[in-house]
Structure formats: C-alpha cells, structure tokens
C-alpha cells in the first residue's frame, strides 16, 4: 500500500540518501509548485490501491451517518 507522508526539511539530501540506501523509491515536491496538481496526482494513486479504496468506502459510510445526524 502507498502513502503519503510529507517530511519539510532544509537538508534533504540526507533523507534522499537515506531513501536511496533503502532503496524506497519517493516523489519529492518542491514549495512553489504547483500544489493542485500535485494533490490530484496523489489522489489518482491512491485510487488505485484497492486497499484503499476499502478504506475510503469505510470513511464515506461513517461519513454519511453523521451527516444524517
């Protein structure tokens, strides 16, 4: 399963050399970019795990109970 976790640091060649060593492949995203897009393509991975998926439908169910509410 994929997930996102977001690290803000000064000095990331340390945790890329890290990574790398691990061989843990990562995505970077720079400030400044883009942020949208970088959120939708997150989003369209995660998709895509059918774990996740499961997990989503779990939250959208919960979700609606207390909307109800």
């Known amino acids: 399963m994929k ?3 977001i690290i803000e ?4 060649q ?3 050399t890290f990574l790398e ?3 843990i492949n990562y995505q970077t995203y720079h400030q400044g970019e883009n942020e949208e897009e970088y959120w ?3 989003v369209r991975a995660a998709s895509q795990d059918e774990q996740r998926n499961k ?3 779990a939250w959208d169910k ?3 109970k207390v909307k109800d509410k």
């Open 55 to 57: 997990e989503i439908a």
């Open 9 to 12: 640091v000064e000095n990331s």
């Open 40 to 42: 939708r393509q997150a």
């Open 14 to 16: 340390k945790v890329r």
């Open 21 to 23: 060593q691990e061989q």
């Open 3 to 5: 997930e996102i976790i």
């Open 62 to 64: 919960i979700a609606s």
